[in-house]
């Protein structure tokens, strides 16, 4: 059971080394000056500084090379932060996800599930076998139907934005340092009630079948840098079903306040300079945290 999570870090770094070198080494590589992504330039009143870079956890080529703008501002910065850093899980980290994905011996996930949410499972077998979709937990069996799906659909946690920043930034040998720990992100799905954890999965199976045309519209919205786009993408789900909000509000808006506390105290740190990497949803809209940041008083601009 193991090999569905810690294998696909391994994979994806081996992966991301012969793109790296693809990029590097390939002088034809075609540039797609409309990559210009989502980020932001946040300053203080002292001039202290640090950006924020809308990042997505699987992706294709086409997002290759990054706009130089991205690249120029990582350049500039002294260290990286993540979410979390996918490089650098334990095995404690493994025993967790092992003891709170799966299901005890006697428990099965249609058990779990509510007449509507079973009713769609049978969608999810062209991804999940039937088996092993069985012993899962709706939250983890919801996370795991998504990068099922979009990898058949050719994106690759090998071309996620996250992955390549630490790559990157092990390269220049600067600081990471984490927003989260996986334990505490983990815990916000755990936490998920019964009826809670039925409406996720619910959710991910109603939708599945516009899962690539969905995440088209993220990467096209990103691509062109536009924020607004993104974001509207980005709510679709909730304004078609709005009993999916206080999942996200928890998911998504709690965690972009619990970030933005971490962040703030790295103004006080002179010459410091911090790229900051997260998932591209906790970036836009009026509770993203370049909003909550700008609602603090500090100066932001999106570059």
Not at 127 to 140: E, K, S
Not at 152 to 164: H, K, P, R
Request: charged letters at 20%; a negative charge.
């Amino acid at each position: 059971m193991t090999s569905h999570f810690p294998s696909r870090a391994v994979l994806a770094r081996i992966g991301l080394t012969f793109f790296l070198a693809w990029i590097i080494l390939c002088p034809t590589a075609p540039l797609r000056a409309e990559n210009r992504g989502l980020l932001w330039q946040v300053t203080d009143s002292r001039g202290h500084e640090l950006y924020l870079m809308g990042s997505f956890h699987v992706g294709n080529a086409g997002i290759y090379p990054l706009n130089e703008a991205i690249s120029q501002a990582f350049a500039r910065s002294t260290r990286l932060a993540v979410e979390i850093d996918i490089n650098s899980l334990s095995d404690a980290d493994s025993g967790f996800m092992l003891k709170n994905a799966y299901n005890p011996p006697d428990l099965t996930l249609d058990a779990q599930l509510s007449p509507r949410t079973r009713a769609l499972l049978p969608k999810a077998f062209k991804f999940i076998p039937q088996a092993v979709i069985q012993r899962m937990r709706p939250w983890f069996a919801s996370m795991l139907l998504e990068i099922q799906s979009l990898a058949a659909s050719g994106y690759s946690e090998v071309f996620g934005l996250d992955l390549y920043f630490l790559t990157q930034a092990r390269a220049r040998q600067i600081p990471i340092l984490e927003l989260e720990s996986f334990q505490e992100q983990m815990t916000f799905f755990v936490n998920l009630s019964p009826d809670e954890n039925d409406l996720f999965l619910w959710g991910t199976l109603e939708e599945l079948d516009r899962e690539q045309a969905v995440f088209d519209q993220f990467l096209a919205a990103w691509k062109e840098g536009d924020a607004e786009k993104f974001y509207t993408a980005a709510t679709e789900s909730l304004r078609k079903y709005p009993e999916l909000k206080p999942i996200n509000d928890r998911l998504i808006i709690q965690r972009n306040w619990n970030m933005a506390a971490r962040i703030a105290p790295w103004f006080l740190e002179r010459g410091q300079v911090t790229f900051v990497v997260v998932g591209a949803a906790h970036l836009v809209g009026p509770d993203g945290l370049p909003s909550l940041m700008a609602r603090a008083g500090l100066t932001v601009t999106q570059l």
